[in-house]
Nanobody, 120 residues
Framework: VQLQACGGGLVQAGGSLRLSCRIS????????LAWYRQAPGKQRDVVAT???????NYTDFVKGRFVISRENAKNSVYLQMNSLKPDDTAVYYC???????????????WGQGTQVTVSS
C-alpha cells in the first residue's frame, strides 16, 4: 500500500480532526504533497498542497481553517482541520503531486482515504 491515510471520524461542527498519511516513496523529501477530498456525488478536489520546501497552498473553502504539514523523516503528511463544517464531510485522500500547467497532477494510485463526517 503506497498511501495510508488515517485519522478521520465523526465530529460535530466546529470541532477539529488531524489526518495523517504515510506515503511509500523513496524520494519523499523531494516531492510535493497534497490532500484531496471527495464528497458523495462530487469529483475529487485538491484541498491543500505543500511543496518540498514547505510552501503551502489552500483552496478558498478551507483557507484559515486547515493546515497542511509534512514530516520527511516519517514519510508523512498531515492535515490539521479546525472549525469543521458539515460541508467538509468527505473522504480525504493524500498523494504525491506535480504541478502540470494549470493543475496538480496526482502521481500515485489512490489509496482508500479516510472518511470525515461533520454533523451539524
Amino acid at each position: 500500500v503506497q498511501l495510508q491515510a488515517c485519522g478521520g471520524g465523526l465530529v460535530q461542527a466546529g470541532g477539529s480532526l488531524r489526518l495523517s498519511c504515510r506515503i511509500s516513496e523513496a524520494s519523499f523529501s523531494w516531492k510535493a504533497l497534497a490532500w484531496y477530498r471527495q464528497a458523495p456525488g462530487k469529483q475529487r478536489d485538491v484541498v491543500a498542497t505543500i511543496s518540498s520546501s514547505g510552501t503551502t497552498n489552500y483552496t478558498d473553502f478551507v483557507k484559515g481553517r486547515f493546515v497542511i504539514s509534512r514530516e520527511n523523516a516519517k514519510n508523512s503528511v498531515y492535515l490539521q482541520m479546525n472549525s469543521l463544517k458539515p460541508d467538509d464531510t468527505a473522504v480525504y485522500y493524500c498523494n504525491t503531486v506535480r504541478w502540470y500547467g494549470t493543475t496538480w497532477l496526482p502521481l500515485k494510485p489512490w489509496g482508500q482515504g479516510t472518511q470525515v463526517t461533520v454533523s451539524s
